[in-house]
């Protein structure tokens, strides 16, 4: 896997402050957290899904359905502090009967990584001192936080030999406020020129769009064109309280598995466009295409935020998964017999399709 730059790795985010919560769990015993060791050495892998989406969009009302609902034993990550000076996240172990706090310290309260982030560290020695009382982590991000930096950081090379593995980006959209929040001139934004908010980014990264307090709006189909022409790859489920089934949600396997469903192609601020090309017809060509993609991520214009595709020669089957400037090409993928020629699809700003596909073809 080839990883983000210094720059990025500087501004990632925290993950969640001076916002309330209404989960509420019992906790039977408190105890300081102490790291005994750099490097997990259990084979177990736990996944993680990051749940982001703007202020009062119901990412914690979510949180507390799956916990209640879930027959999983789930580590919340979230801040309990508000503007406390003691700088550390509180993680609550939910297990239906039963919940145990301990303490996770990660310095300064921001995830900040070299190699391998001393905040993925802290989550894995977690686990690791659990015994086994944890199967699944949920990462609630703050309402203004960019989740792809930490996607990015928690989407590690197998070399590292982590004991978790990112499932998914699960953005929850506040189905009144929305539109509004994309249309912010005066909120978060990103970059120069067309207009950019948090909320695009959400969007743009994510795996599955949750459209909450659908009973507030009339024309949910307005709402959801709208989040179309941003990503046409993820599912949208209209949801009230955040109550939805868990398997719609959890264990998608989105950062490993290829299995996209392209509702259209877009163009606008932020948009989904799918790149159609031959098999390949000489192995060779895996090599070109990456040589394509390194050049589309590291060195054009380009402003690309998410990065899928599916790549065959014979019986040669590659999967592509990326974020922002982080790819990864897996081999051993499958091929459904539906798909008949090779596919890329890329998430990013103002993005041409008929620019791009020449691109490729002059590498391929």
């Known amino acids: 896997m080839l990883n983000m730059d210094q720059q990025e790795i500087e501004e990632i985010p925290i993950l969640v ?23 997990p050495n259990t084979t177990k892998k736990i996944p993680i899904s990051i749940i982001t989406g703007y202020l009062g969009s119901g990412k914690s009302t979510l949180l507390q359905q799956i916990a209640k609902n879930s027959n999983k034993k789930v ?3 979230l801040n309990e502090f508000g503007d406390s000076a003691i700088i550390e996240k509180s993680v609550t172990i939910q297990d239906q009967s039963e919940s145990v706090t301990e303490w996770l310290d990660i310095g300064n309260g ?3 990584c070299t190699v391998k982030d001393t905040g993925v560290s802290a989550i894995e020695n977690l686990i690791e001192n659990s015994k086994d009382k944890i199967d699944y982590i949920l990462l609630e991000t703050t309402g203004i936080a960019d ?19 990112i499932d998914s980006v699960i953005t929850v959209v506040d189905s009144k406020n929305i539109i509004k929040s994309l249309n912010d001139k005066d909120g978060h934004w990103h970059g120069e020129g067309e207009l950019i908010t948090t909320a695009h ?25 709208k989040i179309r022409e941003i990503n046409s790859t993820c599912p949208i489920y209209p949801t009230k309280f955040g109550d939805i ?11 490993d598995v290829y299995n996209i469903d392209i ?12 790149l159609n090309f031959p098999f390949f017809n000489d192995v060779s060509q895996f090599e070109k295409f990456e040589k394509f993609l390194q050049y589309l991520l590291w060195e054009s214009d380009e402003e690309i935020h998410r990065t899928k595709g599916l790549l065959v020669y014979n019986d040669d089957v590659r999967v592509v998964q990326g974020v922002r400037d982080t790819y990864e090409i897996i081999e051993n993928g499958k091929l459904l017999d539906s798909v008949t020629e090779n596919k890329l699809v890329l998430i990013g700003k103002q ?6 596909i020449n691109l490729l073809n002059s590498y391929i």
């Open 263 to 274: 509702a259209g192609t877009f163009h606008g601020a932020i948009s989904t466009i799918c």
């Open 110 to 112: 921001c995830l900040c």
């Open 17 to 39: 402050a001076n916002e309330t919560t209404d989960i509420k769990t019992e906790t039977l015993s408190k105890e300081k957290f102490k790291p005994f060791s750099s490097t």
């Open 351 to 356: 993005l041409d399709d008929e620019k791009l």
């Open 245 to 255: 089934s868990i398997d719609k949600i959890l264990d998608l396997h989105s950062f």
């Open 201 to 225: 980014l959400q969007l743009a990264l994510a795996d599955v769009v949750l459209l909450n307090k659908i009973d507030q709006i009339e024309n949910q189909d307005e709402v959801s064109k």
């Open 147 to 165: 989740p792809a930096p930490i996607a990015q950081m928690f989407w590690l090379d197998k070399g590292l030999a982590s004991n978790i593995y």
């Open 75 to 77: 580590a919340i990550i």
